[in-house]
């Protein structure tokens, strides 16, 4: 698997470029803003598919980049915890409006519940619930790459 992590936004969050190096199909965890460097990025992973944009949860910060991201591939799937989405199409939940972030709303095209299961080209993945930062943060755990993409769950 392919990973690349990128520092983007007012408050420098992880981006992760992930990619099944097999199947060319990718995901992006995370777009805290939305750059050159992340297209370049998301570019350079050799991903021919976009097929989820990944948020560990709804804070502005970890997904200010996620409705310029759709709009560019519009193909791909967002998705959030249950309990965050609503943090996709309102400043005030994602705490943009308290920073004074810019924010550019969008949906959640999935919704996802512990013990989901995902697939990003031949890597699966199950969701796991981590509430604490936030009432809806989840992680993404592949336990045959021996990874989880945790957000700011440690943080």
């Not at 992880?14 to 460097?37: L, M």
């Not at 920073?99 to 989901?116: E, I, Q, S, T």
């Amino acid at each position: 698997m392919y990973i690349k992590t990128l520092v983007l936004g007012p408050v420098s969050a992880n981006c992760y470029i992930i990619c099944d190096e097999k199947t060319k199909v990718g995901g992006v965890i995370d777009p805290g803003d939305f750059t050159p460097a992340l297209l370049k990025a998301i570019d350079e992973s050799g991903m021919k598919e976009l097929k989820y944009i990944l948020c560990t949860h709804g804070h502005f910060d970890h997904v200010q980049g996620v409705g310029r991201l759709k709009e560019k591939y519009p193909d791909s799937e967002v998705l959030i915890g249950e309990k965050d989405s609503g943090a996709l199409g309102d400043g005030f939940l994602s705490l943009a409006s308290l920073f004074g972030a810019p924010f550019y709303p969008c949906v959640a095209d999935k919704v996802l519940k512990n013990g989901d299961k995902i697939n990003i080209g031949d890597i699966g993945f199950e969701i796991l619930n981590a509430p604490g930062h936030t009432e809806g943060g989840v992680m993404y755990y592949s336990k045959d790459q021996k990874i989880i993409f945790t957000g700011d769950t440690i943080f």
